[in-house]
């Protein structure tokens, strides 16, 4: 009898044990973070602020940027310190030295290079998508303006 019921106590533990990981990968995505954030962009700066809500993790966070509706070729890496296609040492969360944490006050910023297409220049629109995990954040538009 004894061999039998650790046969059954074994097939139960299996089915529950699937059900919890069955429940796991079918459970919804954790929402996205609301947040009210603005968008600066002078020179080959883009800077991104947070007026208020959600504190939002930068290691998950992916930013698009458009200039005149054309994607840059190379997307900001976030966080970073050096990357191609931008200058070194962003600033704020997106800099891969700081706590990677965008609050309510804070600023985050990194600088377009040259070397990127399409270039950065005054009167040019910039569009930002921002998106946390896959879910849409933020979509942000500025005109660049000169320093």
């Given at each position: 009898?004894a061999p039998?019921?650790?046969?059954?106590?074994?097939a139960i533990?299996?089915v529950l044990?699937?059900?919890?990981v069955a429940?796991a990968?079918d459970?919804p995505?954790?929402?996205a973070?609301?947040?009210?954030l603005s968008l600066?962009?002078?020179?080959?700066?883009?800077?991104?602020?947070?007026?208020?809500?959600?504190p939002?993790?930068?290691?998950?966070?992916t930013v698009?940027v458009?200039?005149?509706?054309?994607?840059?070729?190379?997307?900001?890496?976030?966080?970073?310190?050096?990357?191609?296609g931008?200058?070194?040492?962003?600033s704020g969360?997106?800099?891969?030295?700081?706590?990677?944490?965008?609050r309510s006050?804070?600023?985050?910023?990194?600088r377009?290079?040259?070397t990127?297409?399409?270039t950065l220049?005054?009167?040019r629109r910039v569009?930002?998508e921002?998106s946390?995990?896959?879910?849409?954040?933020?979509?942000?538009?500025?005109t660049?303006?000169?320093?």
């Amino acid at each position: 009898m004894a061999p039998v019921a650790g046969v059954l106590l074994l097939a139960i533990t299996v089915v529950l044990a699937g059900g919890v990981v069955a429940a796991a990968i079918d459970a919804p995505p954790e929402p996205a973070p609301s947040a009210v954030l603005s968008l600066s962009v002078t020179d080959d700066r883009i800077a991104i602020a947070h007026r208020g809500g959600d504190p939002i993790d930068v290691t998950k966070l992916t930013v698009r940027v458009r200039i005149d509706g054309e994607p840059l070729t190379r997307q900001p890496p976030l966080p970073f310190f050096s990357a191609s296609g931008f200058r070194p040492g962003p600033s704020g969360a997106f800099n891969a030295a700081s706590a990677n944490t965008l609050r309510s006050g804070d600023t985050a910023s990194f600088r377009v290079a040259g070397t990127n297409d399409p270039t950065l220049e005054a009167g040019r629109r910039v569009s930002v998508e921002l998106s946390v995990d896959g879910q849409p954040v933020a979509s942000l538009e500025a005109t660049a303006s000169a320093g």
